[in-house]
Structure formats: C-alpha cells, structure tokens
C-alpha cells in the first residue's frame, strides 16, 4: 500500500514563507523521482516541482521558478516543497507523489491526472 503523507501548510501573508513536508512510505520512496502538485478551488491539479532519487535534478513549473525549492532527505523517506515570496495565487491544496523514474517523472508529472495514490495534501492559504 503506498502512503504519502503531506504536512505544513498553512495561512500565511503575501510575501511569506512556508515549508512543505511528504513523508513517503518506503516502498515508495526508494529510487523513485518524487513531485509536489496543487489543486487550486475550481481548477485542475497541477504540477509544481520534481526531484530525482539523488537530488542532483530538478524542475519547477514556470509559475514557481525562483521562488520554490525542491529538496529530499533519503534516510527520513521525506521530500520537502520550501515556498518563499508567496503569492494569493499559490493558495491550494498541494500533493505530493511518486515515479519509479526521473524518465517517468517528465512523461506523468506534467499530466497529474494520470497518477493515484494521492494523500490527503496540505491547505496553503495566501492573504493579501
């Protein structure tokens, strides 16, 4: 059974800075590209940012692009989504999810809706 827990969201000012946390079940984790997406009330999940097994690649949706980081640490099966300078626009529930890849992570995570296994996410809230 895959399991992906997210954490850390929050209400937060234009201008702030939130840190997402998914702890990923074993099975999960191991060797796989890991994404974080969001789902905006009334839209589309969307693809925010991947990361490869090692953490010596990544890619960012080009609405994030400078402002998020991507991160992971192996040994705590845990992959981060570290937000700065949000904007209300960033407000959304964020996912995150898995490929066995970073070859399958550039075919699935631009199309989100071709994943399962979700968690439940985390609410990020941006005021004005």
């Known amino acids: 059974q895959v399991q992906l827990v997210e954490s850390g969201g929050g209400l937060v000012q234009a201008g702030g800075s939130l840190r997402l946390s998914c702890a990923a079940s074993?099975?999960?984790?191991?060797?796989?590209?890991m994404g974080w997406f969001r789902q905006a009330p009334g839209k589309e999940r969307e693809f925010v940012a991947a990361i490869d097994w090692s953490g010596g690649r990544t890619y960012y949706a080009d609405s994030v692009k400078g402002r998020f980081t991507i991160s992971r640490d192996n040994a705590k099966n845990t992959v981060y989504l570290q937000m700065n300078s949000l904007k209300p626009e960033d407000t959304a529930v964020y996912y995150c999810?898995?490929?066995?890849?970073?070859?399958?992570?550039?075919?699935?995570?631009?199309?989100?809706?071709?994943?399962?296994?979700w968690g439940q996410g985390t609410q990020v809230t941006v005021s004005t």
């Open positions: 999810n898995a490929a066995k890849s970073w070859q399958g992570a550039l075919a699935t995570f631009p199309r989100p809706s071709v994943l399962d296994s």
């Open positions: 074993g099975r999960t984790f191991s060797g796989s590209a």
